[in-house]
Nanobody, 129 residues
């Protein structure tokens, strides 16, 4: 079974930073686009960011542009989400997801969670003073 394992969540004060990691298990990320989604209590799951399999193209939700950065390290078979300037509205469970794709952009795929067949278990991010 293909798996993703997230880590790096926690409690942080407003304005603080966290780096989430997403490690692939039983498969390599080389041919997969990666996305980060989040779901706050009582809200729908929303796409936060994605990166293509080549790593050459990234996309971000308007709410996180300029604050979050997605990246991938093929050698470590891991993707990351660097989150700076965190605010209480960023509080959510963050999930990474993967989809086999060689498309030059992942923007359209980010809009719908069903486009991503492989998911992690999620990691809690809480932003509070």
């Amino acid at each position: 079974q293909l798996q993703l394992v997230e880590s790096g969540g926690g409690l942080v004060q407003p304005g603080g930073s966290l780096r989430l990691s997403c490690a692939a298990s039983r498969f390599t990320l080389d041919y997969y686009a990666i996305a980060w989604f989040r779901q706050a209590p009582g809200k729908e799951r929303e796409g936060v960011s994605c990166i293509t399999s080549s790593g050459e193209s990234t996309n971000y939700a308007d709410s996180v542009k300029g604050r979050f950065t997605i990246s991938r390290d093929i050698a470590k078979n891991t993707a990351y989400l660097q989150m700076n300037g965190l605010q209480p509205d960023d509080t959510a469970v963050y999930y990474c997801a993967a989809a086999r794709s060689d498309l030059p952009t992942c923007r359209s795929k980010l809009s719908t969670s069903s486009n991503w067949p492989i998911w992690g278990q999620g990691t809690q991010v809480t932003v509070s003073s």
